[in-house]
C-alpha cells in the first residue's frame, strides 16, 4: 500500500504521527492514534477495486498482544470481515493475514490493547498478487483440537506422517508457504523442507504425510475460508478434499488425513505467524 491515500479516525498530530506515516515504505515512522482508547481505525484507499490475497502488518512494539480486525469495501460504505484477530494472543511486530478479496479499500480496526499501549502501525502492505517468502513461517492450529500440524518424531524422511500434536515451538511444527502460478500453495516443513503431500493415487481417509517437492498437484493446496472467520480449509488440488484431523480427535498424535469439506472444526486450521 506503499504510497496509496490512508486516513484513520484519530492521528497524533502533534507528533506527526499521522495516517500517512503508514504507507511511506519505511518502519522508522509510523501512525499512533491520539489517545489510548480502542476502536480506532487506519483505512487505505487503493485506488480501485483488487484482488487482494493478504496484508502484512508492522505494529509499533514488539512483544506486544494488539487485537485487531481486517475489513475490505468497494465502495467506502459496506464493509466486510476478511481477517478476524479480535482474540489473537499473538505478540509478533510483524503479523500476516491470508484471504481472497475484492476491495478497493481496506481498514485496520485496533479492538483490544494492553495497558499504556496506543494503536500505531508502523507500516500496512496490502497485497494483491501470490506472496512469496516474506510470509514468514507459521504454525497451523486445528479449531476443534487446539493442536498444531506438526511431522511425527520430526522425521526428515520421505512418507513421515503428518500428526497433530501440543505446540513445543519445534521446527517440525512450523510451515512455510510457497505460492503456485495458480493461486494455491506448497506447505514446507521448516524442519525438513519437504511438503504436505497426498500420497499420489490415494483415496478418501488416506494419511497425509511429507514428501520431497516434485511440484505435483498432490502437494498443492488452496486456502479456502472457513465459515468461521480467521481460519482456513486446506484443500488439495488434485482431489479437492481438505487436510481434516482423523474422527475430529483431539488427541496427540492423531493423523492427519484427506476428507471432503463437511464445515466441521476438525477441518479448520488458523495460519498463526511465527
Request: proline share 3%; glycine share 10%; aromatic share 8%.
Amino acid at each position: 500500500a506503499a504510497g496509496e491515500t490512508a486516513t484513520a479516525d484519530s492521528e497524533e498530530t502533534s507528533k506527526g504521527n499521522t495516517a500517512a506515516r503508514a504507507v511511506d515504505g519505511s518502519t522508522v515512522t509510523r501512525w499512533c492514534a491520539g489517545d489510548g482508547d480502542t476502536g480506532h481505525w487506519l483505512k487505505v484507499d487503493l485506488g480501485s477495486t483488487r484482488s487482494l490475497t493478504g496484508t502484512r502488518i508492522a505494529w509499533e512494539k514488539d512483544s506486544t498482544n494488539y487485537r485487531y480486525r481486517i475489513e475490505g469495501s468497494t465502495d467506502n460504505s459496506s464493509w466486510t470481515t476478511l481477517a478476524d484477530l479480535t482474540a489473537t494472543t499473538s505478540t509478533s511486530q510483524v503479523q500476516i493475514a491470508l484471504f481472497r478479496a475484492q476491495a478497493r479499500y481496506v481498514r485496520v480496526t485496533v479492538t483490544g490493547l494492553p495497558s499504556g499501549v496506543w494503536a500505531s502501525i508502523r507500516n500496512l502492505e496490502v497485497y494483491d498478487r501470490p506472496f512469496t517468502a516474506d510470509l514468514g513461517t507459521f504454525k497451523l492450529v486445528n479449531r476443534n483440537s487446539g493442536k498444531v500440524m506438526d511431522v511425527s518424531g520430526a522425521s526428515t524422511a520421505d512418507g513421515a506422517s503428518v500428526i497433530q500434536w501440543p505446540w513445543s515451538g519445534g521446527t517440525n511444527q512450523q510451515w512455510k508457504l510457497l505460492p503456485n502460478t495458480d493461486g494455491s500453495y506448497r506447505l514446507s516443513n521448516v524442519k525438513s523442507g519437504k511438503v504436505l503431500d497426498s500420497p499420489g493415487g490415494s483415496t478418501q481417509g488416506a494419511a497425509l504425510d511429507q514428501w520431497t517437492d516434485t511440484s505435483s498437484d498432490n502437494q498443492w493446496w488452496k486456502l479456502v475460508p472457513s465459515s468461521t472467520s480467521g481460519y482456513y480449509r486446506l484443500v488439495d488440488v488434485r482431489n479437492g478434499w481438505c487436510a481434516d484431523v482423523k474422527d475430529a480427535s483431539t488427541a496427540d498424535g492423531a493423523t492427519i488425513i484427506q476428507w471432503p469439506s463437511t464445515g466441521a472444526a476438525n477441518q479448520d486450521w488458523q495460519m498463526v505467524a511465527l
